[in-house]
């Protein structure tokens, strides 16, 4: 059975920093495109920040901002988020598609953001900024 148990959500101020680590088990982690993705109330989900084994991608909004990295050796997924913004304030999710998922544009090839392309997902963590 393929778990992901997200942490490391919590309250900050306007600026500051959050890591937020997903770790996933019942996976071959190797494989996988893993992805960060967001709901703020009364709005839909929207991916953040995907990564494979060669490539990342980021929703404009956090380009510059967010860092999404992983460690296969303890089969996690992290996103290191930086100059944390007021609109930022959502329920983060983690995600996980069993293959390769990718979008090409103009020859190039990048982790997919697209929410259906993902088949798991974890329970969500919650950050809050505040101004």
């Known amino acids: 059975q393929t778990q992901l148990a997200e942490s490391g959500g919590g309250s900050v101020q306007a600026e500051e920093s959050l890591r937020v680590s997903c770790v996933v088990s019942?996976?071959?982690?190797?494989?996988?495109?893993m992805g960060w993705f967001r709901q703020a109330p009364g709005k839909e989900r929207e991916g953040v920040a995907s990564i494979t084994e060669s490539s990342t991608s980021y929703a404009d909004s956090v380009k510059d901002r967010f860092t999404i990295s992983k460690d296969n050796a303890k089969n996690t997924v992290y996103l290191q988020m930086n100059k944390l913004k007021p609109e930022d304030t959502a329920m983060y999710y983690c995600?996980?598609?069993?293959?390769?998922?990718?979008?090409?544009?103009?020859?190039?090839?990048?982790?997919?953001?697209?929410?259906?392309?993902?088949?798991?997902w974890g329970q969500g963590t919650q950050v809050t900024v505040s101004s």
């Open positions: 995600a996980a598609a069993n293959g390769l998922r990718t979008f090409c544009r103009g020859g190039y090839c990048s982790a997919s953001l697209k929410e259906t392309d993902f088949d798991y």
């Open positions: 019942g996976l071959t982690y190797g494989g996988t495109t």
